[in-house]
Structure formats: structure tokens, C-alpha cells
């Protein structure tokens, strides 16, 4: 019995023991031993020279250049097909052939009425010869009428005198009753003579003018007979083409890249012009057309270098040549995005039609230049640090208002790393710029500076961006935040090349940390330029060869007090 207390008594003391060990831990962890936080080193880094490429990322596909879609006007039967995939034709050379009996069999018939319409043509020729020889024979008959008419005038008057004489003779009875009577008779005669010259000739005329209708009727007949011919040639010429159409033929030089058709297969064009080939033009020249989004599209620039890599050349990276920036915007998952063609010489055809292209757009190379890390932009101390006397190229008011502020408020630093791209937002650069932008008075660049440091980190994007600038229009008199207003307006509408003029002239501001005395972090304000992701130019500020700040340090306290066990 005294063994078994004893044994319980150490089993107690053990667990005590134990409890008391972790309260221990927990409270020297829980502590935050700020001596100890201070002895954490830096990462470091130095700056040096070398070339910045700043770079755009995006992707598209590959496809001709000029791709030809060769269809068939016609229905009807496939009896023949002459090209197939990868087939290289020439223009006009046949790919593919359609039944054409029924549309020969319409052309014979169509040539034959052609041939009668020809026939019915002459024939009318022929009756309006005959009609103008009538006429004619008519005109001849009405002159001799119209002379036989003066003949008989002339007899007539001779008559009419040779009765005058007869009967003043006869009055003196020189001459006898019989002669006068005879001359009489004469004069009558010739008289009828002369009315029958008149009754001929209106006949004639009459005559005439029914010829000249009847040639009129085979004129306006003629022209029927015209229209006709040409209509059944028209027809003939149709029929002609359909039968052209049968073969279906290549329209430009090119491979063929599709076939949608197979011997034997009813052909039906009805409503539309149906697919049967698909042609490349020359695939020893694509293109790519890319997708730009709106942030990016102001920076790219037709001539401008772009390099892709394809999944079947794993390795290979492939180069081209931005053809073309296309006006044109499109909304795809609420993002705007402007294609670009880049344009790839393909001389061995490794590039096929289709395949996916991952590209980087080269919009800025800089040789030659101060670079910094991106880290070194990117990282903070965790507690306030002294600001360093002015550099030697402090932010100009002409820097950051009106069209020189084009790299925008929330570029900061740009980039991943705070140096030209997009996402770098630095809450203190944004903080430089409205002091002097707006000119705020002490009291105001105080409540600044609070509403920056009670930023939490990644808060300068989406939502939280938005907050931030509630927060100061809420300190800002209302002439201030009407020019805040204007100032966010012209920063988010600024543009690709202004960003890049200004980055290549001025720059844009930046903050790095070196070391300083007592081992504490010291602030140094750069002017930054273009950024590749991994490293930005330094255009003032730094040299090469300093040692900047790329991370580590003492971390902030979790706890500010002991550990409570079971609590």
C-alpha cells in the first residue's frame, strides 16, 4: 500500500513537472524578446550594371497570314477529289470535281434555242429587205404617176386652148360643128386623164406609207428578236459558268490545311456556299495575333521585337515583329483587350496553324544601366525609420502633375518590385506625390502619413485602393479634392507611351533600404525606370556596388504578454 502511494506521489510530480515546463516555453516564447529580434540579419544584395528589358506577357495563336475558304456555288455529287492535307496548290488548279451531267444537258438545250433565236433574227432581216424593196418599188411607181400627172396637165391646157380657138372660129363658122365637138371631146379626155394621174399617185402614197408601217412592225420585231438572242446567250453564258463551276478550283498559291468533303458526297448550296477547303495562303510567313489587355496595349508599338515559345519545341523560342495593333477592343470576362499581330517567318514550316504561342512583347531594352533588385523595392522595416537628407534629384512638382504624372499613382515603383509595370504600388511614394501635388499644409501631410502607415500591406490594390482614397478626400478642403479628382483621372488615363516617356526622362519615385549606422535600416529615394520583374533601372539615387536591403530583420511581436496556460 505505501509503494502504491509512493508511485502515485511521483507520478503527480512528474506531470507538474511537465505543466510547469510548457507554462515555462510558452512564456518566453510569448514574450517577444525585442534584444534578441535585433540581432536578425539582413538579406542583402548590391546593385550593379546590366540591361533591363522590360517585357509584356501574353499569348495567342497561330494561323496564316491569309487563309482562303474554297466552297461550291453548285449542288450536286462529288465524282472526283484532286487535292487532300498538305497538298500545295496553285491558283486555279482543280481541288475537287461535281457531277455536271444535267448542267450540260441545260447547256445543249440553251445553245439550241440560241440557234433558233438567231434564225427568227435573220428571218426578220430577210422581210425587212423585202418590205424597203416594196417601198421602193412604190416610191418609183409614184414618180412615174407624178409625170404621167404632168403630162396629162400639160395635154389638158393644150386642149383647153386648141377648144378655145374652135369655138371663136366656130362663131365666125369658119369651122364646123363636128371639129368644135372633137376638140371638146380632147379636152374632157385629157381632163380624166389628169383626175386618174391624181387617183394613182394617192394610191402609190398610200402604199408607200403601209410598206413604212410594215417596215416599222419588222424593226420594233427585230428588236424583240435582239433581246431575245441576247437573253438566250446570257443563258448559254450562265450555263457555261455553272459548268465551270463543277471543278472547283484553288483561288490563290497555298497548302491545304482542311478538306471537308469525300468522294461521293452530295454537295447541297442552297443557302449558302458550303466549306469544302480551307487554304493557307504561304505558311513560310504566320502570324499570332495576341491578346493585349487595356493597362498594357499604350506600350506596345508596331516594329517592336516579340519572342514566343510553342508546346511542341519545348526549348525553342521563336522570334517575331508586331505588324499591327488593332483599334478595335474586346471584353472577355469584364477585362478589355486589344488584339496585336506579330507576324513570325516560318521557313522550315514549324509552325503549324493552331498551335498556342506564349509571348513576350520586348516594349523597352535598357543597356548598360543601375540595376536594383525588385526585392529591395518591395521590402519594409517593420518599424518607423528616420528619412535621409534630401538626394540629389528630388520629385519635381512638373514631375507628377498634369501629363508628366502618366505613370499614375498606384504605379509607385511599377511593376512586381516597385519599378515600372504594373501592381507596384509603394504607399510612401503615393504619399510624396499628393503632398506636393496638392500642396497640404503640416496638419495635413500628418493625417497623410497616418492613413499610410495604418494601411495594411497588400491593401493598395482592388478594394482596398479605394478605401485609401475615401480616406483622403475625407482630409482634403473641397478645392483640394476636386484637383485629387483630376489628378486620379489623368494618372489612371495616362497611357502606355507617356508611362514609358516619363520613366525614360524623369522616372518615377522609389524606396530602397541600406544599412546605416547601428546597424538599422536606413531610407534612400530613388528615381526608378523600366523593370524587367526581377530588376529595375536606377536612373538617380544609387550606384553600383551599394548594398541594399532585400529582406529579413527583426519581425514585429505576435504577443505583447506572457502565456496563460489554459487560458
Given at each position: 500500500m505505501?509503494?502504491?502511494?509512493?508511485?502515485?506521489?511521483k507520478?503527480?510530480?512528474?506531470?507538474?513537472?511537465a505543466m510547469?515546463?510548457?507554462?515555462?516555453?510558452?512564456?518566453?516564447?510569448g514574450?517577444?524578446?525585442?534584444?534578441?529580434?535585433?540581432e536578425?540579419?539582413?538579406?542583402?544584395?548590391?546593385?550593379?550594371?546590366g540591361?533591363?528589358?522590360?517585357?509584356?506577357?501574353?499569348?495567342?495563336?497561330?494561323?496564316?497570314?491569309?487563309?482562303?475558304i474554297?466552297?461550291?456555288?453548285?449542288?450536286?455529287?462529288?465524282?472526283?477529289?484532286?487535292?487532300?492535307?498538305?497538298?500545295?496548290?496553285?491558283?486555279?488548279?482543280?481541288?475537287?470535281?461535281?457531277?455536271?451531267?444535267?448542267?450540260?444537258?441545260?447547256?445543249?438545250?440553251?445553245?439550241?434555242d440560241?440557234?433558233?433565236?438567231?434564225?427568227?433574227?435573220?428571218?426578220?432581216?430577210?422581210?425587212?429587205?423585202?418590205?424597203?424593196?416594196d417601198r421602193?418599188?412604190?416610191a418609183?411607181?409614184?414618180?412615174?404617176m407624178?409625170?404621167?400627172?404632168?403630162?396629162?396637165?400639160?395635154?389638158?391646157?393644150?386642149a383647153?386652148k386648141?377648144?378655145a380657138?374652135?369655138?371663136?372660129?366656130?362663131?365666125?363658122?369658119?369651122?364646123s360643128?363636128?371639129?368644135?365637138?372633137?376638140?371638146r371631146?380632147?379636152?374632157?379626155?385629157?381632163?380624166?386623164?389628169?383626175?386618174?394621174?391624181?387617183a394613182?399617185?394617192?394610191?402609190s402614197?398610200?402604199?408607200?406609207?403601209?410598206?413604212?408601217?410594215?417596215?416599222?412592225v419588222?424593226?420594233?420585231?427585230?428588236?424583240?428578236a435582239?433581246?431575245?438572242?441576247?437573253?438566250?446567250?446570257?443563258?448559254?453564258?450562265?450555263?457555261?459558268?455553272?459548268?465551270?463551276?463543277?471543278?472547283?478550283?484553288s483561288?490563290?498559291?497555298?497548302?491545304?490545311?482542311?478538306?471537308?468533303?469525300e468522294?461521293g458526297?452530295?454537295?447541297?448550296?442552297?443557302?449558302q456556299?458550303?466549306?469544302?477547303?480551307?487554304?493557307?495562303?504561304?505558311l513560310?510567313?504566320?502570324?499570332?495575333?495576341?491578346?493585349?489587355?487595356?493597362?498594357?496595349v499604350?506600350?506596345?508599338?508596331?516594329?517592336?521585337?516579340?519572342?514566343?515559345?510553342?508546346n511542341a519545341?519545348?526549348g525553342?523560342?521563336?522570334?517575331?515583329?508586331?505588324?499591327?495593333?488593332?483599334?478595335?477592343?474586346q471584353?472577355?470576362?469584364?477585362?478589355?483587350?486589344?488584339?496585336?499581330?506579330?507576324?513570325v517567318?516560318n521557313?522550315?514550316?514549324?509552325?503549324?496553324?493552331?498551335?498556342?504561342?506564349?509571348?513576350?512583347i520586348?516594349t523597352?531594352?535598357?543597356?548598360d544601366v543601375?540595376?536594383?533588385?525588385?526585392?529591395?523595392?518591395?521590402?519594409r522595416?517593420?518599424?518607423?525609420v528616420?528619412?535621409?537628407?534630401?538626394?540629389?534629384?528630388?520629385?519635381?512638382?512638373?514631375?507628377?502633375?498634369?501629363?508628366?504624372?502618366?505613370?499614375?499613382?498606384?504605379?509607385?515603383?511599377?511593376?512586381?518590385?516597385?519599378?515600372?509595370?504594373?501592381?507596384?504600388?509603394?504607399?510612401?511614394?503615393?504619399?510624396?506625390r499628393?503632398k506636393?501635388?496638392?500642396?497640404?499644409d503640416?496638419?495635413?501631410?500628418?493625417?497623410?502619413d497616418?492613413?499610410?502607415?495604418?494601411?495594411?500591406a497588400?491593401?493598395?490594390r482592388?478594394r482596398?485602393r479605394?478605401l485609401?482614397?475615401?480616406?483622403?478626400?475625407?482630409?482634403?478642403?473641397?478645392?483640394q479634392?476636386?484637383?485629387?479628382?483630376?489628378?486620379?483621372?489623368?494618372?489612371?488615363?495616362?497611357?502606355?507611351?507617356?508611362?514609358?516617356e516619363?520613366?525614360?526622362?524623369?522616372?518615377?519615385?522609389?524606396?530602397?533600404?541600406?544599412?546605416g549606422?547601428?546597424?538599422?535600416?536606413?531610407?534612400?529615394?530613388?528615381?526608378?525606370?523600366?523593370?524587367?520583374?526581377?530588376?529595375t533601372?536606377?536612373?538617380?539615387?544609387?550606384?553600383?556596388?551599394?548594398?541594399?536591403i532585400?529582406?529579413g530583420?527583426?519581425?514585429?511581436?505576435?504577443?505583447?504578454?506572457?502565456?496563460?496556460?489554459?487560458?
Amino acid at each position: 500500500m505505501g509503494a502504491f502511494r509512493e508511485e502515485t506521489v511521483k507520478r503527480i510530480v512528474t506531470v507538474v513537472l511537465a505543466m510547469l515546463a510548457i507554462a515555462a516555453g510558452a512564456f518566453w516564447f510569448g514574450r517577444g524578446d525585442s534584444g534578441g529580434a535585433s540581432e536578425v540579419a539582413y538579406r542583402t544584395a548590391t546593385t550593379d550594371r546590366g540591361t533591363v528589358i522590360a517585357q509584356i506577357s501574353t499569348s495567342g495563336s497561330v494561323s496564316p497570314i491569309t487563309t482562303v475558304i474554297v466552297g461550291s456555288q453548285l449542288s450536286g455529287q462529288v465524282i472526283e477529289i484532286l487535292a487532300d492535307y498538305n497538298s500545295e496548290v496553285k491558283t486555279g488548279q482543280v481541288l475537287a470535281r461535281l457531277n455536271a451531267d444535267q448542267i450540260r444537258a441545260r447547256l445543249d438545250g440553251a445553245r439550241a434555242d440560241l440557234q433558233q433565236a438567231h434564225a427568227a433574227r435573220r428571218m426578220l432581216d430577210a422581210q425587212m429587205e423585202k418590205s424597203r424593196a416594196d417601198r421602193d418599188r412604190a416610191a418609183a411607181v409614184a414618180a412615174d404617176m407624178r409625170a404621167q400627172l404632168e403630162k396629162s396637165r400639160t395635154q389638158h391646157e393644150d386642149a383647153e386652148k386648141t377648144l378655145a380657138r374652135q369655138v371663136e372660129l366656130g362663131a365666125r363658122g369658119i369651122v364646123s360643128a363636128a371639129a368644135l365637138q372633137t376638140a371638146r371631146t380632147q379636152r374632157d379626155m385629157l381632163l380624166a386623164q389628169v383626175d386618174s394621174a391624181k387617183a394613182q399617185i394617192r394610191s402609190s402614197e398610200a402604199q408607200i406609207a403601209a410598206l413604212k408601217a410594215d417596215s416599222a412592225v419588222i424593226e420594233a420585231q427585230m428588236i424583240s428578236a435582239d433581246a431575245s438572242v441576247q437573253q438566250r446567250s446570257a443563258m448559254v453564258r450562265q450555263i457555261e459558268v455553272d459548268l465551270s463551276n463543277t471543278d472547283i478550283r484553288s483561288p490563290v498559291n497555298g497548302v491545304v490545311v482542311q478538306r471537308n468533303v469525300e468522294l461521293g458526297q452530295p454537295v447541297a448550296a442552297s443557302l449558302q456556299a458550303p466549306t469544302l477547303f480551307l487554304v493557307a495562303q504561304d505558311l513560310k510567313r504566320v502570324q499570332i495575333q495576341a491578346n493585349v489587355d487595356e493597362a498594357d496595349v499604350g506600350r506596345v508599338r508596331e516594329g517592336m521585337e516579340a519572342t514566343f515559345i510553342v508546346n511542341a519545341y519545348p526549348g525553342r523560342t521563336f522570334s517575331g515583329t508586331v505588324k499591327q495593333v488593332r483599334l478595335g477592343s474586346q471584353t472577355v470576362q469584364n477585362v478589355v483587350i486589344y488584339t496585336t499581330v506579330i507576324e513570325v517567318d516560318n521557313p522550315d514550316l514549324d509552325l503549324r496553324p493552331g498551335m498556342t504561342a506564349n509571348l513576350r512583347i520586348v516594349t523597352e531594352r535598357r543597356q548598360d544601366v543601375v540595376r536594383v533588385p525588385n526585392a529591395a523595392l518591395r521590402w519594409r522595416p517593420p518599424v518607423a525609420v528616420e528619412p535621409p537628407p534630401p538626394v540629389a534629384a528630388p520629385v519635381q512638382r512638373e514631375a507628377i502633375s498634369g501629363d508628366e504624372s502618366a505613370a499614375g499613382p498606384f504605379a509607385g515603383g511599377g511593376g512586381p518590385g516597385g519599378g515600372g509595370g504594373r501592381g507596384g504600388f509603394q504607399p510612401g511614394v503615393f504619399a510624396d506625390r499628393i503632398k506636393v501635388a496638392l500642396a497640404l499644409d503640416e496638419s495635413q501631410k500628418q493625417a497623410l502619413d497616418k492613413i499610410v502607415a495604418e494601411l495594411p500591406a497588400g491593401n493598395g490594390r482592388g478594394r482596398g485602393r479605394g478605401l485609401l482614397v475615401e480616406k483622403i478626400n475625407g482630409m482634403l478642403t473641397e478645392t483640394q479634392r476636386a484637383s485629387f479628382e483630376r489628378l486620379l483621372h489623368d494618372w489612371s488615363r495616362g497611357g502606355g507611351r507617356r508611362r514609358q516617356e516619363a520613366r525614360a526622362n524623369e522616372g518615377i519615385t522609389g524606396r530602397v533600404y541600406r544599412i546605416g549606422e547601428q546597424g538599422r535600416p536606413q531610407l534612400v529615394t530613388v528615381r526608378l525606370g523600366s523593370s524587367d520583374g526581377a530588376f529595375t533601372e536606377v536612373l538617380s539615387g544609387l550606384s553600383a556596388g551599394t548594398t541594399v536591403i532585400t529582406g529579413g530583420g527583426p519581425a514585429p511581436a505576435a504577443r505583447t504578454g506572457g502565456f496563460r496556460f489554459g487560458m
